[in-house]
């Protein structure tokens, strides 16, 4: 359940939903199976209950999931969502992300340089006028009209203050429903608790997507307006009581994004031609980034929150490409897709309305593999253009946004729309720091691979490396730029293309040079890849709507979802895994070397907490990543746990639900709050959850 990233996997991604059982679903609020909930557990959700999850449920645009948690800003998450901030605000000789970081008081609150809050105020049914606006299109025109309807209704719904309002059009059930977003916008978030990385990640990789599990992977962030603690006062009261075994459970959160749906042809390509050589190509990296770290304390911190996320990425690709090689889910996809395509075809007026949109697929997905290389190196985030280069990301923004900005809003690529600028800007004026070595060590990795992937011979990699070699142009480049400064990108954001084309900063000088062709590839991927099978996978959908109706939830967008079960374990190998843990066990499993080291707080506090205490449990809530940092909350609408994880068969959620071995596993708020207020000492934060305020 920890954060991932990599290139993402555009075009092979959608979403469609059958028919779900069980506990099974990822549900829209707008959208909720009550007759279900009523019939399986006697619950019926009033609608002041879905206002205060709605009110109190937040994202953290950067990834992950949190929640109000009283009614004056304070945000729970998890520890493993809130690294970047802990690695920013880890200057000089400070390693919070390690060591922890306690916040006495409400002056010793930092501001995190690098996270966006967002709490959904309204959802609204779009799809007429996305229909509308999109019908009888294909390739480039489509693209233009997709482009311009959703700049219209994002900048309707803005109203001209995007400052505090997000809008973004979300496209449900695969192009059968478009909703539009609308969220109010925190950026002032600060830091107020995290844990130490040991007890936040204590087992490490070796207990990650297993259990039993004893983490703490817990972090408190506040979100403040106009310098002083934002008034929530919909938030999720706290109980420090934790739930009991067969309890009813709800997650709160925003999973991002399930391909259950999806037709066996852009699975298999997904598997085929995107996973298997990503999955190398993390591999490598993390042997890199392996040996960075081996050269000091200096540099395994400037390398730890990427590592973090790259082992966690790794085996989560893992997961995924052993349920894709199932011969059993293989099977039961091509059924699927079979039954579904012969219902389309068996009579001559379906055959009308729905034409071949299979034989549309199959040609968007030969054109990706014409394409999906050259995609990845120069636009997708692969090579040098990836996050895993710094300092070139911000050049490249920088570039894109100063041309993008003299364009009329509905024909910006979208990232760089009106109402996502603030966004930006934010990421922009970022203090967090540079560390120069890193950077260019990254940079020359990639600048490598880059070169590896597209050929020796390739026009574009002669005009970025010229005569040098990888590592003497990251060097050159990575010393010779001042963007590492934000006031100097502050600069180059308000002096718009004026400033940018007057520029000579190395890194400015490659983002403008290659970008040309990163933007005649990316229109071309667009164009015939993603444009058709968007139209393709509409068709599908709305005939998957004529058969079977629109009784099930949509795949994950990364919007606000609920999922519904129960706090239950299950069998493995023949025998029972109990729900919950608890203090005592994690002392046992404790043996003093990495990483199943305590930190000192804990070994310290042993005697004076209660041992019998929930650490963690699990639940049969349907969860994937993106879920991290959401509430755990019960029929009265109380926080009992937050969510940090799943088992290792959960690993396949993105693509299938099973309810008899499917966890998710969360920390137990009886955990959180003793530990607060015996491991950590801090009555103050203590009293704010169990008391609901300040």
Wanted: proline fraction near 5%.
């Amino acid at each position: 359940m920890k954060r991932m990233f990599g290139i993402a996997l555009t075009g092979l991604l959608v979403a469609c939903a059958g028919t779900a059982m069980a506990d099974e679903g990822m549900w829209a609020l707008d959208h909720l199976p009550t007759k279900q909930m009523q019939q399986r557990y006697g619950f019926t959700p009033s609608q002041q209950w879905i206002d205060l999850v709605q009110h109190a449920a937040l994202r953290l645009a950067q990834g992950c999931s949190g929640s109000f948690v009283s009614a004056n800003g304070l945000v729970m998450t998890n520890h493993h969502c809130a690294n970047s901030c802990l690695s920013q605000l880890s200057k000089g000789h400070e390693d919070y992300m390690s060591n922890g970081y306690i916040a006495l008081k409400q002056e010793d609150e930092p501001k995190c340089p690098d996270v966006e809050l967002n709490q959904l105020e309204s959802i609204t049914d779009v799809t007429a006028q996305v229909n509308a606006a999109t019908a009888g299109k294909t390739g480039a025109e489509r693209v233009k009209a997709e482009r311009a309807i959703d700049s219209k209704l994002e900048q309707s719904c803005v109203n001209g203050d995007a400052k505090n309002w997000r809008c973004d059009v979300i496209t449900l059930y695969n192009g059968g429903r478009y909703a539009l977003y609308k969220y109010h916008r925190y950026q002032d978030v600060r830091l107020v608790f995290a844990p130490e990385q040991s007890i936040a990640f204590f087992g490490g990789d070796p207990d990650n997507f297993n259990f039993p599990r004893y983490d703490l992977d817990v972090a408190f962030f506040r979100a403040y307006i106009n310098d002083k603690p934002a008034s929530t006062p919909q938030f999720f009261k706290f109980s420090s009581q934790g739930p009991k075994a067969g309890d009813m459970t709800f997650v709160i959160g925003n999973p991002g994004q399930t391909q259950r749906g999806i037709p066996w042809i852009q699975l298999s390509a997904m598997r085929d031609v995107r996973l298997v050589p990503f999955y190398g190509f993390l591999s490598e990296l993390r042997g890199v980034l392996w040996q960075y770290g081996r050269a000091g304390a200096e540099q395994t911190k400037e390398a730890q929150d990427l590592r973090f996320g790259l082992e966690n990425t790794i085996k989560v690709f893992n997961g995924w490409l052993q349920t894709l090689a199932d011969d059993n889910f293989v099977d039961q996809k091509k059924k699927q897709d079979a039954s579904l395509r012969a219902w389309m075809a068996a009579t001559p007026e379906r055959r009308t309305k729905y034409g071949d949109p299979w034989a549309d697929l199959e040609h968007a997905q030969q054109r990706s593999k014409d394409l999906r290389a050259r995609f990845d190196m120069l636009e997708n985030g692969a090579g040098f253009t990836g996050r895993f280069a710094q300092l070139f990301d911000y050049a490249r923004t920088l570039v894109r946004v100063a041309a993008e900005r003299g364009k009329p809003d509905g024909e910006r690529l979208p990232e760089f729309r009106e109402a996502n600028l603030p966004a930006v800007e934010h990421t922009l004026e970022s203090d967090a720091p540079v560390y120069p070595k890193f950077e260019q060590t990254m940079l020359s990795w990639s600048l490598e691979k880059f070169r590896q992937v597209l050929g020796a011979d390739d026009s574009t990699v002669h005009e970025v490396l010229g005569k040098q070699a990888p590592d003497e142009l990251a060097q050159h480049l990575v010393s010779g730029t001042k963007l590492a400064d934000p006031s100097v990108r502050k600069q180059l954001w308000e002096g718009g293309e004026k400033a940018i084309d007057a520029s000579n900063d190395p890194m400015i000088q490659l983002a403008r040079q290659i970008d040309p062709e990163s933007r005649k590839i990316r229109k071309a991927y667009e164009d015939e890849v993603i444009a058709p099978t968007d139209k393709a996978d509409e068709t599908i959908a709305k005939a998957r709507f004529d058969r079977e109706g629109m009784s099930s939830y949509p795949d994950a967008t990364f919007t606000l979802r609920l999922s519904y079960g129960k706090v239950v374990g299950w069998n493995e190998n023949g025998a029972p895994v109990p729900p919950f843990t608890h203090f005592d066990g994690l002392y046992k499993r404790a043996t003093g070397a990495d990483p199943f080291k305590l930190p000192d707080s804990w070994v310290k506090a042993q005697s004076t907490l209660d041992l019998s205490t929930p650490m963690n449990f699990v639940t049969d809530n349907d969860i994937i990543g993106g879920n991290s940092g959401s509430a755990v909350i019960d029929r009265e609408g109380h926080a009992v746990g937050l969510i940090f994880d799943g088992n290792i068969h959960s690993l396949g959620g993105d693509f299938v639900y099973d309810g008899n071995i499917n966890r998710a596993v969360a920390v137990d708020t009886a955990a959180l709050v003793e530990s607060v207020r015996k491991v950590y000492n801090l009555p103050r934060l203590a009293d704010e959850l169990t008391q609901g305020h300040l």
